[in-house]
């Protein structure tokens, strides 16, 4: 292997949002013997390089599940937008279903109001612990707003016309799956959209090459490796594309049936540290000679 890709949320950060010191360990091993590492992930640029500088990791990052590409040195290089018309389309069915929208695009995210997402959120963090307070949602709103630019417009229409900003990735989620699944159907034909999600309440739309497999073999290709000398990491369903492709890809303990059952490899849960156990297993494997060390960059 000479190159790790690793999904964020339930893959390299733990239920706190950390990156943990075994996986930071795992990771700076591997790129002090010359393999590559990069995050891919469905959030924002300005949300997943906060706990990789905290965890003093400098990597490349594929950012809005392949919608936009960033170098170690926080340059864009690469970005595929949504067709607006596209846009209009998901819009007009999500509304239809009540679902909560919010739009990424190359100005930061767009929501319809604060009060909504915090009801939202609020919604998610019940669902997961029914004794959670109004102070601890209020936290992680906060938190939210400190981690990423997020504004707010009363209608959706002025945004996809703004032919100024570029929109690269739409999140609509639901408690209600029934919600979800009629969205889904009526738009899961559609030849222009990349319907995928990273959790069992939301659905996430891209254009159809803004796919994590498709962004990290661009990557790959740049830096003249072979997607067979990939290894990746992911845990959903906005992990699938770039699972198929690697050479060597790895479901988390944690992750869903559809990918365990992708997968050829498999490690522990992401609060077992299972992104540092699938490194050191490979090293291990590479030490032994069953697979060849890379050159060094």
């Given at each position: 292997m000479k190159f790790i890709a690793s999904d964020f949320d339930g893959t390299l950060l733990n239920e706190k949002g950390m990156i943990s010191e075994r996986n930071i360990k795992a990771i700076n091993k591997a790129q002090s013997k010359g393999i590559q590492f990069a995050a891919a992930t469905g959030r924002s640029y300005d949300a997943a390089i906060k706990p990789l500088k905290h965890a003093g990791i400098n990597c490349p990052i594929i950012a809005l599940n392949g919608a936009t590409i960033y170098d170690e040195n926080h340059h864009l290089i690469d970005s595929i937008p949504m067709d607006r018309e596209t846009c209009k389309k998901i819009l007009a069915v999500s509304?239809?279903?009540?679902?909560?929208?919010e739009f990424f695009t190359s100005d930061g995210?767009?929501?319809?109001s604060r009060e909504q997402f915090a009801e939202v959120l609020e919604d998610i963090m019940k669902s997961a612990n029914p004794d959670v307070t109004r102070e601890e949602v209020e936290t992680q709103v906060n938190q939210r707003f400190q981690n990423e630019k997020i504004q707010f417009i009363d209608d959706y229409r002025k945004l996809i016309n703004h032919n100024d900003i570029q929109i690269f990735k739409m999140l609509c989620s639901s408690l209600n799956p029934d919600n979800l699944e009629m969205?889904?159907?009526?738009?899961?034909?559609?030849?222009?959209?990349?319907?995928t999600s990273s959790g069992h309440i939301n659905l996430e739309f891209n254009h159809p090459n803004a796919q994590k497999g498709m962004a990290l073999e661009r990557l790959a290709k740049q830096m003249n490796i072979s997607m067979e000398d990939v290894m990746a990491m992911g845990d959903n369903l906005n992990d699938k594309s770039m699972l198929e492709r690697a050479g060597r890809g790895v479901a988390m303990e944690n992750a869903a049936e559809e990918i365990l059952s992708l997968c050829n490899y498999k490690t522990k849960t992401n609060e077992e540290d299972g992104v540092a156990y699938a490194i050191e297993e490979m090293l291990e494997e590479m030490k032994q000679?069953?697979?060849p060390a890379p050159e060094k960059f």
């Open positions: 509304q239809d279903a009540h679902l909560y929208i995210i767009y929501s319809s969205v889904y159907e009526q738009l899961k034909n559609e030849s222009d959209i990349a319907i000679g069953n697979e």
